[in-house]
């Protein structure tokens, strides 16, 4: 099973690069070799996501103390730990819940730092990706995934982005992957 990613030209990088969308809601992901995939859903959001999956609820923003966005600082997210996020220049957070009808979730948390150096040492950080995952390459980056079952996450920098990509039940586990792959797709 393919993922695929399209953006708008206008979220294009100054390189030409696809940059990541700010809001996660731009990005059109694709399960299957075409958008009608059997095992994917279509909404007017333009989002396709894994069938059965629906949003819960719009995609939240978060900023910094003095830099607050549309839900706050990050530390309305993530109280304390926000910390050391911030020490290697947070900037701002993307969250995006999808839920299935029953109750299980899948979450993408997108961090935006100050610049892809600063993403790389965010990954580097064992205070935001502890010790004792499993390395897993996709799409030619290094992943690091933690089974905590029922819990499956899976982490990566891209970009000036950090993304962690999680679900409540590791059943959906290839969903995460398939998500993680779409998104270093085109970087």
Known sequence: MG????QRASERSARGRPAFAPDLLALVICFGAAA??????????????????????????????????????????????GVAYLEHGFQRLSHTSLKNAAGHRIVVDSFEFSSPEQAQAAFADEAICPAGYVALEVRGSQCKVYNFSPDYVLCFAAGNRMVSIRTNNDEHARAVRELASGLLMER
């Open 36 to 81: 009608e995939a059997s095992d994917a859903l279509a909404t007017p959001d333009g989002l396709l996501r894994p069938a059965g999956f629906e949003l819960d609820g719009p995609t939240q923003t978060y900023g910094t103390d003095e830099r607050t966005l549309q839900d706050g600082s990050i530390f309305d997210y993530m109280d304390g730990a």
């Open 3 to 6: 993922v695929m990613i399209k």
